[in-house]
């Protein structure tokens, strides 16, 4: 069935540092890619998405582009906040007919000041 | 509009001690679903209703019972708490027309 795996984290960036957390995925066809945030004592919210083969997501200055050749959906950002902490997931829907969403095990970002 | 509620956002509970959780969306979402979350194992999928009266189980469904008699409400059912039961539970709601889930705050559930 269709599946996603993670970067392991914890993840330790100073201010402004690049960031990178890596997503390869498994389907059946080309399902949409997502990625949603967890801030602290919160639920998930959606981050970003991507529906098709090269499609690129982007919201709140984090991209990932969909790459059917290496099956990654990585995310990216140049120049990360102290707010971006948080617990980040790659998903993508299951092959039920439901589209139930199979989340990655999740990477946890700390950025210091 | 108040999107995905839970209550209680804490709770403790004795083995054996039975309890629900709610969760209610205003947002007119035909899908839920309930997963837990635990460290280093992600979300998993507990229950889920494609609309009211309609349910089915996910990847970890033994020990929770669902029932979906409104459009609004989800309620998860634990019979017989037990402490593998010990966990982070989230509902979400979406359109089944769209991809996008909402997520309530979470309930911290701790069995003794």
């Known amino acids: 069935g269709n599946s996603v795996t993670q970067m392991e984290g914890p993840v330790t960036l100073s201010e402004e540092a690049f960031l990178t957390i890596n997503c390869t995925y498994t389907a059946t066809g080309y399902p949409s890619l997502f990625w949603y945030v967890q801030y602290p004592g919160e639920g998930l919210q959606l981050l970003l998405k991507a529906t098709k083969a090269d499609d690129k997501g982007s919201n709140k200055g984090f991209e990932a582009t969909y790459r059917k050749e290496t099956t990654s959906f990585h995310l990216e950002k140049g120049s990360v906040q102290v707010s971006d902490s948080a617990v980040y997931f790659c998903?993508?829907?299951?092959?039920?007919?439901?589209?139930?969403?199979?989340f990655g095990t999740g990477t946890r970002l700390t950025v210091i000041p | 509009n108040a999107g995905v509620t839970q209550t209680p956002k804490f709770q403790v509970l004795k083995t054996g001690q039975s309890m629900t959780l709610q969760c209610a969306q205003d947002?007119?979402?035909?899908?839920m679903s309930w997963y837990r979350q635990d460290p280093g194992m992600g979300l998993r999928l507990i229950h889920y209703?494609?609309?009211?009266?309609?349910?089915d189980q996910g990847e970890v469904p033994n020990g929770y019972n669902v029932s979906r008699s409104t459009t609004e409400d989800f309620p998860l059912r634990l019979l017989s708490a037990a402490p593998s039961q010990t966990s982070v539970y989230f509902c979400a709601s979406r359109r089944t027309s769209t991809d996008t889930q909402y997520f309530g705050p979470g309930t911290r559930l701790t069995v003794l």
């Open positions: 947002m007119n979402h035909e899908y």
């Open positions: 998903a993508l829907p299951d092959q039920t007919g439901a589209n139930n969403l199979f």
């Open positions: 209703s494609v609309g009211a009266g309609i349910t």
